[in-house]
């Protein structure tokens, strides 16, 4: 009984306090399961952190934008850039045309000057050294001796890796090698041959120029109908550019002065605080006179209209005369693609004036204006001299249209996959089937976005080419590397997680349902389509929603395939929109976050694309959650 | 021939057509895919094995994953012979030749010598990210299969790894060059001045500067380790969940604490579950561009991450290599030319054979582990 006494009491009375080995190894495995919930929360704070400074930045620069008024100027400015662009399409038809004419003598010319390149880089280094040598008075006679020796013993060698000429008869492609052959090494000129191609060339293009010198008189007035407001452009950029630096200057100024300030604040001794308070006194900077130039261009505002209104009345005059009709397939397409732009910018010509009229400095930009402005903003421009704009649209378009293209494919395949192994496949086919759909999911991203690039891009791109296909709007691609491309690699991404999850929300019904319904005579495909599918459809959706946020964030393969073009498709040629580049709010990120300077505008807009893109998918996932867990059966 | 379904149902049912129109259908859907996947594997495998493999004993062309990566000179010499030589070669060969005897010259980053930069870069992230990841996940899946019971932190902890899982790799990228570069704290003797907070510890004259690791090796292994927490979390609770609760019960009845259940009479049996899983963790974290992309990776690096340290511990804070990176500045910088393709699908053949072996593993594993655990 002595041994019990001597015992406490109470064995648990640390323990009761919390001392315990058990509860401390317990709350150290708390404390672990709650480092999921301490890495959430950093993720969303300092995205928000690094992301929420961006709105006020932007608005500071929306607001110079406006009081330098850079946003007036813009208005002509946009009318001068699409006028240069409708010029430049037109040249383009015309010299479509004529060269689409001459197109063997152009084939020629440039077969026989490959030839004769390739020829005559291969003896350049040592013409080069030849010249030297000959140069340098006298004294090295020898060694460019020597030298004319080694290149005549070396020529023969360049006729190796020759390109093809395939317009070219095998005389001619003979006469021109054996000139550059037989010719000594002091000579440089173009051998006779090619030049007598170029000349052929330069009389054929004549030739079919000659009809066209109405066409190329009215593109030529089209073009310096604009002399004027090109003019004017350039002016008002000048001035507004000067009171744009003054501004920036002053705002870095400001900042440096705040900096100092801090510093002072924080100082540690009484003199270095002093002294830095009046470095920072001495910092103020002279507030730059914004109001003058802005009257100078408010003064010739009218002057600017009247401008608009002449060249409006001009591009109406000419529009209808500049409907050309071309012979060639390339110069037809531009052309069609000129007479339908013309309309739409005779329009934003005669709106013109009235905008101008209308522009007002002094009206306030709010921090909403900065928000509307990003979220709606067609343009994404960075590191330009004139303006940066960060407007999401052109990204969020290009991840949507990627993703619709990604389950167009992925959600027939992988859903029908399941179907089809879980309901009709045998136990070893589903032993095939199984472990290779599981693998392509192991494949890293990125290895799929180089098959992209090196495989798949071109051979969809040979495909789109085919004639048989011609009549597939979009076709041939423009690109290589395009949203269709990117789709299909991100189809493949997506089958296995489609695939995987509808394959286990089928395999959840419970069997009796289908054992209810074999027993009521239907037929296996009616238990499977009438019964079994219907019973799993919340979690099939659920799959594929899931399916759709890995899609939306995927990063690699969308930077490498996708073409990376910021700008909205043009969605005037329906289908085709599909398959020209774009860029994506992932790959945004991925290509621009490393080359921006940190805390920069820029480098927060970034951020907020992330906020953006994280909202997206955790919103797709709750709603993917909240869909499987109606499955329970 | 009589099947059970027609001795039941008495002759051919309605709709023979549509059924077997609606097999062949969707058998095509699934063979097609896998085709596709074979065909894509196929590819990789015709055009990187001949650079990994040779005619020649031993058959494996070691300095290819041995070699440390170049820039690729390709010239004619004067007879007129092609030669394709790693930057270290040919200025070997300018120096015995001489600067003239070199016609046609190219150059193309990255496609000379081997790649053992990244592949020693992709191991050293891979193995710490996976032991950072293992410690915390599965102390976290004890805690949730072991110790909990309904509360409203378990809930939220569930809450965050499901929302965790989804979470694009971009934006642990993001996150990690946020917290990892750029915040999290160090011990320093000079603060720098993008620091976010410092104060003095009185110990020398060292300070606590909230100024983040810089691209670093542990930055990337950090971002790596948080992005797939939740998938070792699941599995390893999935793995602790299957061993049979007669086991604990058994063992707190002969009065052992609920630690020492665990640690003798749960976590054995379900150690090879939890490890078998990671491996598949190992397959994602090995194949991350996005997150290594601000916080670990470098293009281009002389020394392998070892090389040229005073301090062991250096290697921590040094960029790495990796080879999706790798991969990456291969497919997107430099041009496809018959020079390149040897580095280009060399490069994504080993890589695609080291997942490969991964998964397949992992998959072997798995199945000998279900045969043998059974209770």
Known sequence: MSEHLSTPKNPDAFRRRGFSGERLIRYFFASNAGLTILIFVLIIAFLLKEGLGFFPSYKRELEIYRITGMEYVD???????????????????YYAEINGQADRELQRTKESAAIYTAMDEFGAALRDQYFTAIDSNSQELAVAESIKQKYSTLMPLSVKNLPASPNLTREERQAIIDTMLTRSIEIEDTPDLVAVMASEYATARQKFAAPL??????????????????????????????????????????????????????????EERDRLTKDAEAAIAEVPDVAAPMAELMHARSECASIHQELAAKVQELSAKLA????????????????R????????????????????????????????????????ITGGEWQDFYGILPLLIG???????????????GVGAAIYTNQFASAREQKIIKPVIEFIQAIPSVVLGFIGIFVLGNALRELSTVEALSWFPGFPMEERLNIFTAGCLLALMSIPTIFSLSEDAINNVPSAYSEASE??????????????????????????????GRVIGETMVVLLVAGNRIKIPDFSSGIGAFFQPAHTMTGIIAQELGEVPIGSVHYRALFVVGIFLFTIVLCVNAIAHRYSNKMKH | M?????????????????????RALLSGITYSIVVVALLLFGKIVVDGAPTLFTTKAPFINISFLTDKNETLHVFDDSSGKLHQLPASKYNEYLTTHGEDAIYNHQSFSYSGGGIVGPIVGTVLLTIGAILIALFFGVSAAIYLSEYSKQSPFIHAVRLAILNLAGVPSIVFGLFGFSVFVLAVPVITLDPSSRTLLSFPIFIGDYFVSFQGWNSSLMAGCATLACMILPVIITASEESLKAVPQGF?????????????????????????GILTSSLLAITRVAGETAPIMFTAAVAAKDDLPWEGLSNPFDILSSQVQALPYHIYTLAARIPNSEFTQRAQYGSVFVFLLLVAFMSFGSMILRAKLRSRLKW
């Open chain 1, 324 to 339: 050309f009709s071309y012979q060639q397939p390339e110069a037809k397409k531009l052309s069609s693609v000129a007479t």
């Open chain 1, 399 to 413: 991840s949507l249209m990627i993703a619709v293209v990604a389950l167009i494919i992925g959600i027939p395949a």
């Open chain 2, 248 to 272: 604990r019960d058994a063992s707190l009845a002969m009065g052992a604490t609920r630690w020492q259940t665990i640690r003798k009479c749960v976590l054995p049996y379900a150690l090879p």
């Open chain 2, 2 to 22: 009589i099947t059970e379904e027609q001795l039941i149902r008495k002759g051919t049912p309605k709709g023979r057509r549509l059924d077997l129109l609606t």
């Open chain 1, 75 to 93: 208005i002509s400015r946009n009318n001068l850039t699409s006028h240069e662009q409708l010029v430049s399409v037109l040249n383009r038809a």
């Open chain 1, 341 to 380: 732009a013309l309309p739409i910018y005779l329009s934003e010509l005669q709106q013109a004036p009235q905008l101008l009229e209308k522009w007002d400095s002094h009206l306030p930009v709010n921090l909403s204006a900065a928000i509307r402005s990003f979220l709606t903003g067609k343009n994404w």
């Open chain 1, 213 to 270: 010198t109405a066409n190329r008189a009215l593109i030529d007035e089209f073009d310096a109908s604009a002399g004027e407001l090109s003019k004017r452009v350039s002016e008002m950029t000048k001035k507004v550019i000067l009171t744009k630096d003054a501004l920036a200057k002053a705002d870095i100024i400001e900042r440096d002065r705040k900096t100092l300030l801090a510093a002072a604040a924080s100082a540690k001794t009484l």
């Open chain 1, 519 to 548: 027993a009521l005579g239907a037929s296996k495909l009616q238990t499977t389509f009438k019964v079994v599918i219907p019973a799993a459809f919340s979690g099939i959706l659920a799959a594929i929603l899931l399916g759709f």
